[in-house]
């Protein structure tokens, strides 16, 4: 790693970037540190802002059991349980096994392996006092077609410049 360090150092400093670079890997190192948190993880599920308030506070407690639960076994989320079943569960609030494992998106195994925990999760989800921060909710047509022209023109501007586009304006930089 020393020499590819080195190589990249002189690059970016030869082109002029190695302060931007400092300045990215700081940010991402503190968007990635932002992330640790469990309890803010239901904010970055897709689809979570069609649901009520109370919803949203039951999809908090069951995002936060299955970041909790990845971290222990070491394993993606979606291997636990899927964004699309969480959202399923805060939808419906089941109160039984029997309930939980006639969801669609909920397979039998993990009605059998975390019924019980998924069902406390919905139980304390909604006897909570709600949710402080709602899921946004997605770009409108018009700010998704001023979406597309500013990432245009960032696009020219990275590739004129030869660096990726990624680098100079994620996604979510952009949308906000």
Do not use: H
């Amino acid at each position: 790693l020393e020499p590819m360090y080195e190589r990249l150092t002189a690059m970016l400093e030869e082109r002029g970037f190695y302060t931007a670079w400092l300045e990215e890997s700081a940010r991402f190192a503190k968007d990635l540190a932002s992330q640790g948190e469990p309890e803010e993880y239901y904010l970055k599920i897709r689809g979570g802002w069609q649901l009520t308030p109370r919803q949203q506070a039951v999809l908090r407690e069951l995002a936060a059991w299955r970041e909790q639960e990845c971290r222990r076994r070491d394993r993606p989320r979606n291997r636990v349980l899927a964004d699309a079943a969480l959202i399923r569960i805060a939808e419906r609030m089941p109160e039984s096994k029997g309930a939980l494992g006639a969801l669609q998106d909920v397979p039998p195994v993990v009605v059998r392996r975390y019924g019980e925990i998924l069902l406390a999760c919905v139980e304390r989800g909604e006897s909570s006092d709600g949710i402080t921060d709602r899921i946004e909710t997605p770009l409108t047509r018009d700010e998704q077609g001023l979406f597309k022209q500013v990432k245009r023109l960032i696009r020219g501007e990275a590739e004129a410049r030869d660096v990726p586009v990624e680098l100079v304006a994620p996604r979510k930089r952009i949308e906000a």
